[in-house]
């Protein structure tokens, strides 16, 4: 028990482009236990959602992935035969994507996708796997849900496809959930309930969570760890209260400075804001990936960055010793 | 902040009412649905309106009306004073501009960014195409953005990009109203941040009024001055933003309130209270549009709808705020069972 459900080092992903390799994700390591929810945050085009299909064996076959580990409860995902990935996705690792609408199949019903899962994966009849199906619907907040089961993705509203998507996700109670922006096409009312909903279930299914988002407000609320991506990389992790309070990369600061806080923000005032774009990844990354859009540079930064840890599970990537250029540095 | 040189409203709407009729199935009755239902509202120039509500309550239809790319069913808007269906759409265009939510659909491929922003000058006859010229290149600085773009397309450029092409598109015509609909929720945190303060700039530039539509209420906190809260096509909550977020009243509101996620570590997610489902607008409940979901429902809320009550900084639609002046239905405010 003691040792992580899911042990991640130095995953990279490259993908073979017109004009050489993107080498969209550079060594990211991390890992995961039982009952945890781990945050990745990132702007689009950070790796995000590849590092998660990387994890899922869902990558298309041009994309290289290569990893010195990862281990889902002792099995090497690395070495993982399709076989093996078929035999483990839907059953033991579950995925839920952003948009239920394009990730339902529109020509069968509610009840046909609720119970593929558990029919391929477990022994058992067609009434086991409806009353399953029910039960789970009931659990996701679903009224009627005995009648639900008839009906096609069209005939629901987003809220309630994205509940039906996290029944299915749930049917061979996984070990790990893989939440791709899950709630990002809902509105705030919606979006708190199936956050709350998924939180709920983790906690009473003892579950292991990925959540991949943008949104720092359903970070802070919801992860136990926080990985912070950029272009790439992980510039920093740590638990939520680190990331928040006490946010050491550039990066995240930036970041957090970005977004105008109830309270906190003065209404109406200017914004933080992180000049410049995501660099091209195509042919070697060097150095850090944010020193063309950091306020902090130095001419260090070109070279290779050190990882600290200020704190126990606490580790950013920069320069800095603190993550602020020291004054010498400045001059 | 906001700028009151003169009370001359620059947009009103009175007893705005849309109503679309919808069939269910292939031979189901035709339905009445009211996407408005009797919306009044006034724009001082200089306000910044935000106009917050969940999907389906009718935000983008009301932004279609005033576009005047819909006309109301009933009532009528007024753009400084004058009533809008007897001017025709291109002086309405040239008052009237909007920036949409998703910059890549929003610009035509095809099109080079010269023309995509000098298009409307181009409609309206305006200048010859040298000053049409001038007219982008001063536009794209103000906008922030460099004159070599005006050769490039959009798939060349970035969604931060985009939206300042659309900004630019908008501005060109010299506005005094932008509808801005969802203008941000598209793009990442670091670009989203730009573009408000932008927005923010050239409202205090071109003392421009906008009517800001977002379903994220820290944005419309902090670039309103003035917020509308909807519910199935009534404005049920009016205030100014001070009013609004710092004593809210509307049950709505305070559940919309509440399921702000802020970025504090360890607070967890907030419970809205509000029950699963958004009610469906063919057939809205009966009484206040709003008590089956609402956490502080009396008995009569269920049979009498409520009437606009009115507050220090706008008005409200809740019995619980219209009971102490004598509600003339006589009904006792007793607490259903919770």
Same mark, same amino acid.
């Given at each position: 028990m003691n040792s992580p459900l899911l042990r991640v080092k130095d995953l990279t992903i490259d993908i073979p482009v017109g004009g050489g390799t993107l080498n969209a994700v550079r060594g990211i390591d991390f890992d995961? @236990?039982?009952?945890? %929810? &781990?945050?990745?945050?990132?702007?689009?085009?950070?790796?995000?959602?590849? %590092?998660?299909?990387?994890?899922?064996?869902? &990558?298309?076959?041009r994309i290289k992935r290569t990893a010195t580990q990862m281990d889902f409860d002792g099995i090497d995902l690395?070495?993982?035969? @399709?076989?093996?990935?078929?035999?483990?996705?839907?059953?033991?690792?579950?995925?839920?994507?952003?948009?239920?609408? %394009?990730?339902? @199949?529109?020509?069968?019903?509610?009840?046909?996708?609720?119970?593929?899962?558990? &029919? &391929?994966?477990r022994n058992v009849g067609k009434d086991a796997a409806r009353a399953r199906a029910v039960e789970l619907l009931e659990k996701v907040g679903i009224t009627a849900a005995e009648s639900r089961l008839s009906q096609y993705p069209h005939q629901l509203s987003g809220g309630l496809r994205q509940r039906v998507m996290i029944a299915m996700a749930l049917m061979c109670e996984p070990e790990l959930i893989i939440a791709d922006e899950p709630t990002t096409a809902l509105d705030v009312t919606i979006q708190a309930q199936i956050l709350r909903l998924l939180v709920d279930l983790g906690r009473e299914m003892n579950m292991a969570m990925?959540?991949? %988002?943008h949104d720092?407000?359903?970070?802070?609320? +919801?992860?136990?760890? +926080?990985?912070?991506?950029?272009?790439?990389?992980? +510039?920093?992790?740590?638990?939520?209260?680190? +990331?928040? @309070?006490?946010?050491?990369?550039?990066?995240?600061?930036?970041l957090l400075r970005c977004i105008p806080q109830p309270g906190k923000t003065e209404r109406g005032a200017r914004l933080g804001t992180i000049p410049g774009i995501v660099p091209n990844l195509v042919g070697g990354v060097t150095g850090c990936p944010f020193r063309t859009r950091c306020d902090q540079a130095v001419a260090a930064c070109r070279d290779a960055i050190p990882h600290r840890k200020p704190a126990e599970n606490h580790r950013f990537r920069c320069v800095h010793e603190t993550g602020h250029q020291t004054a010498e540095a400045a001059v | 902040m906001s700028t009151t040189d003169t009370n001359q409203p620059v947009l009103e709407l009175r007893n705005v009412s849309k109503? =679309?009729?919808?069939? !269910?199935?292939?031979?189901?009755?035709?339905?009445?649905?009211?996407a408005i239902n009797d919306v009044s509202l006034s724009l001082k120039r200089g306000e910044v309106l935000g106009l917050v509500g969940e999907s389906g309550c009718g935000k983008s239809t009301l932004a279609k009306i005033l576009l005047g790319l819909e006309d109301p069913t009933k009532g009528e808007v007024r753009v400084d004073g004058e009533v809008i269906g007897a001017t025709d759409?291109?002086?309405?265009?040239?008052? /009237?501009?909007?920036?949409? !939510?998703?910059?890549?659909?929003s610009l035509n491929p095809r099109k080079s960014i010269e023309d995509i922003i000098s298009l409307p000058l181009r409609v309206h006859n305006i200048g010859d195409s040298n000053s049409q010229d001038k007219a982008v290149r001063e536009i794209l600085d103000i906008v922030g953005l460099p004159q070599r773009v005006m050769r490039t397309y959009p798939s060349q450029m970035s969604g931060g990009q985009r939206q300042r092409v659309a900004i630019a598109r908008a501005l060109i015509m010299k506005p005094e109203i932008v509808i801005c609909d969802e203008p941000t929720s598209?793009?990442? $945190?670091? $670009? !989203?941040? !730009? /573009?408000?303060?932008?927005?923010?700039?050239?409202?205090?530039?071109?003392?421009?009024? =906008?009517?800001?539509?977002?379903?994220?209420?820290?944005?419309?906190?902090?670039?309103?001055?003035?917020?509308?809260?909807?519910?199935?096509?009534? /404005?049920?909550?009016?205030?100014?933003?001070?009013?609004?977020?710092d004593t809210s009243g509307h049950p709505y509101t305070q559940a919309l309130l509440k399921s702000v996620l802020t970025p504090e570590a360890g607070k967890g997610v907030p419970d809205t209270e509000l029950g699963m489902e958004y009610p469906n607008p063919i057939?809205?409940?009966?009484?206040?549009?709003?008590h089956p979901r609402c956490p502080m429902a009396m008995t009569h809320c269920a049979t009498i709808p409520p009437r606009p009550v009115p507050t220090a900084e706008g008005h409200v639609e809740c019995h619980l705020f219209d009971g102490e002046n004598g509600h003339d239905a006589g009904a006792p405010l007793v607490r259903e069972g919770v």
């Open positions: 995961l @236990n039982r009952g945890e %929810t &781990l945050c990745i945050v990132g702007e689009s085009g950070s790796g995000k959602s590849l %590092t998660s299909l990387a994890l899922m064996g869902l &990558l298309g076959g690395t070495k993982a035969n @399709n076989k093996t990935m078929r035999a483990l996705r839907g059953d033991r690792m579950a995925m839920i994507f952003q948009e239920p609408m %394009t990730s339902l @199949n529109p020509a069968f019903t509610i009840g046909n996708q609720l119970m593929e899962a558990l &029919l &391929l994966h990925i959540l991949i %988002t720092l407000g359903v970070v802070a609320r +919801v992860a136990d760890k +926080v990985a912070v991506m950029y272009a790439g990389e992980l +510039v920093e992790t740590g638990s939520a209260e680190q +990331v928040f @309070n006490a946010p050491m990369h550039p990066y995240t600061r930036g | 109503t =679309y009729t919808v069939k !269910q199935g292939m031979f189901g009755k035709p339905k009445p649905l009211k759409r291109r002086t309405l265009a040239r008052r /009237i501009q909007p920036i949409f !939510q998703d910059p890549y659909s598209a793009l990442d $945190v670091s $670009v !989203q941040s !730009q /573009i408000l303060n932008l927005l923010n700039d050239l409202r205090a530039e071109f003392n421009l009024t =906008y009517l800001f539509i977002s379903h994220d209420l820290a944005v419309v906190e902090h670039l309103a001055t003035r917020v509308a809260v909807m519910y199935l096509g009534r /404005i049920v909550e009016e205030s100014s933003v001070g009013g609004l977020f057939a809205p409940p009966s009484g206040c549009h709003f």
